[in-house]
């Protein structure tokens, strides 16, 4: 199957992070004592996926060896929405300037940290999303097997002179609304989905119905997340 790595979900909290290595760093010590041979370079990742997590990357980068950026539980905690109820379920938007703004924020704190960064959930099955993402910065994609011939297709038609300008060029909301319009031409990158029927696991295709098109929003989540950048790396 592989090389094995561990990932850690839903952590939060720095002491979280710690107790998990320090349960690590015993079980290592137990298989030493037994004479058993394993990996003693085993990688451990983290889930970027409640917004804490993503805003306070920094203790993450520093204590783990690769990051998952969950889009599922992301966009329902920041949104403070909950999939599975009917009466909220259409304001779950994978496009909200905030969830945007938080997977910009995060690709781009990683990549310049050097940790590796991958994308799971439904948005990284969803062939709208994969040019601007790629834009991001972001390189490794996690999905279902029925979704990855479309999305390496994709990939493979993407050139990144066209696509990084959706996240680092944008330097008015005119300007990256009509470079989405450029980019990709058919369905835009910047639709929002509406879910219906029951929750859907990390993988799963997703049965959704574009109802808005939001690259003036996108526009300004672009620009915000390039200013950031700026600030940071200032």
Request: hydrophobic share 45%.
């Amino acid at each position: 199957y592989g090389k094995v790595r561990v990932l850690l979900p839903m952590v939060a909290h720095a002491q979280e992070i710690e107790q998990a290595l320090a349960l690590v760093k015993q079980a290592k010590e137990q298989l030493d004592e037994k004479g058993q041979p394993y990996d003693r370079s085993i990688e451990v990742g983290g889930m970027i996926e409640i917004p804490a997590a993503a805003l306070a990357l920094p203790m993450f980068l520093r204590r783990l060896n690769f990051l998952s950026l969950g889009t599922n539980d992301l966009i329902q905690y920041t949104l403070a929405i909950d999939r599975t109820d009917d009466a909220v379920a259409h304001l779950y938007d994978p496009m909200h300037p905030a969830v945007l703004l938080l997977a910009a924020h995060t690709i781009q704190a990683a990549n310049r940290g050097g940790t590796r960064i991958a994308i799971c959930g439904e948005r990284a099955g969803d062939v709208s999303l994969t040019r601007l993402l790629l834009g991001m910065g972001l390189r490794n994609f996690s999905m279902h097997p029925a979704q990855l011939l479309a999305i390496k297709e994709r990939v493979l038609r993407t050139s990144l002179a066209e696509a990084q300008p959706l996240a680092q060029r944008g330097t008015h909301v005119g300007a990256v609304e009509e470079e989405l319009h450029r980019v990709e031409p058919r369905r835009g990158v910047a639709r929002a989905f509406k879910h219906r029927g029951p929750r859907m696991g990390d993988g799963e295709v997703a049965a959704a119905e574009p109802f808005c098109s939001t690259q003036a929003r996108l526009g300004v989540v672009v620009i915000e997340a390039l200013r950031h950048a700026r600030l940071s790396a200032s």
